[in-house]
């Protein structure tokens, strides 16, 4: 079902919606970029409507809203075990671009479908809605059409900004916002929105972008062992910035905290980690699978292009073009795979 609101009503159905769920999405944080004066774009909770960041994509993904950062498993105290809370108590509304909802396909894949659930990923993400952002125009380094991610169907609403910010289209797909709208809210009233009905709202979707990419079809073992991914290993200073800003990444390392006052008690913590930095791939006797960096970047790189398709038949990259913005040393994988296309028509 199709509304348009105005500016304030929109304020209103935030207030309405807060009551029984957490808001979260892009929100900007004033000096704390990456360099000096500059701000950041990444997700938290929102209070007010003006908060939602819409016009610069954020730096980090909505996989910290869904899949923490730090996240406690259980407690550990002498001979008993207690499972943690779950980080939200109430269901979440998380406002996500269209590469976003097809990355939470993808986190979905890995926690849910495969060989296994994840119970604490799915405890978090069977109360989440998800609000589609329409994009009406390509941000700089993303490459979404190329990758097919540049549309959804996957949404509980959608929103399109009109009238420069003043008033908003939205494409309801959720029993709880249609009674909102419908006005069979009871603790607001009848008359508390005089919301337009529409027949059909569309959501806003890019058609191209600044960056294409051409994804190989084969990467055959000329292209796997090939003397240019050296090229990385003086580049690349195994930061794990590419993989913290990903939002299809899904690796992490386990932490048990002893506590001090009792040496038998503590927490088991997961913790969002990287395949790109110094000790992941470590094993006992002291070896490690991938010691160079240009390893490590085959490895990211051809997970992400390749391998994953080959076992669940679509590409784990999304193409939300995160990762060229991050990279400190500007080592872009839109090239990288561009590159890796070019060499596989010379073989």
């Given at each position: 079902?199709?509304?348009q ?16 769920y ?13 360099y ?38 259980f ?22 671009r ?5 990355a ?108 294409k ?15 240019f ?30 506590y001090?006052?009792?040496?038998r ?20 006797g ?16 051809l ?20 990762c ?5 040393e ?18």
């Open positions: 079902m199709g509304y609101l105005q500016k304030g009503e929109m304020q209103q159905l935030f207030d309405a919606l807060s009551r029984d957490i808001l979260l999405g892009p929100v900007k944080r004033k000096g704390e970029g990456m000096s004066d500059t701000d950041v774009v990444r997700y938290g909770e929102l209070k007010q409507w003006k908060d939602l960041e819409w016009d610069v994509k954020s730096h980090y993904s909505f996989k910290e809203a869904i899949l923490p950062i730090t996240q406690i498993l407690y550990f105290i002498e001979d008993e075990i207690k499972e943690a809370d779950a980080e939200h108590r109430k269901p979440a509304v998380v406002f996500m269209s590469c976003d909802v097809h939470l396909k993808r986190l979905d894949e890995i926690y849910l479908r495969n060989r296994f659930e994840d119970y604490y990923y799915k405890r978090l993400r069977e109360k989440v809605k998800i609000v589609l952002m329409g994009c009406e125009s390509s941000c700089k380094s993303g490459f979404c059409v190329s990758m097919g991610t540049n549309r959804t169907e996957d949404y509980d609403c959608a929103v399109n900004i009109r009238q420069n910010g003043e008033a908003a289209e939205l494409d309801s797909r959720w029993v709880v916002l249609d009674e909102l709208l419908g006005g069979s809210d009871r603790a607001l009233g009848k008359s508390a929105f005089k919301s337009l009905m529409l027949k059909s709202v569309i959501p806003d979707s890019v058609t191209e972008n600044w960056v990419v051409a994804v190989p079809k084969n990467c055959g073992s000329d292209l796997v062992h090939g003397d991914w050296k090229e990385y290993d003086s580049r690349c200073i195994a930061c794990g910035r590419c993989n913290f800003v990903c939002p299809t990444c899904t690796c992490f390392t386990m932490q048990d905290i002893f001090q006052d009792n040496g008690s503590g927490e088991r913590r997961r913790v969002h980690a990287s395949c790109m930095v110094d000790g992941y791939t470590d094993v006992a002291g070896g490690s699978y991938r010691k160079s960096n240009g390893q490590r970047m085959r490895f990211k790189v997970h992400k292009i390749s391998d994953f398709k080959k076992q669940f038949g679509y590409q784990m990259c999304v193409g939300c073009g995160r060229d913005d991050i990279c400190p500007y080592i872009s994988f839109s090239d990288c795979v561009n590159r890796i296309a070019d060499m596989e028509q010379e073989v």
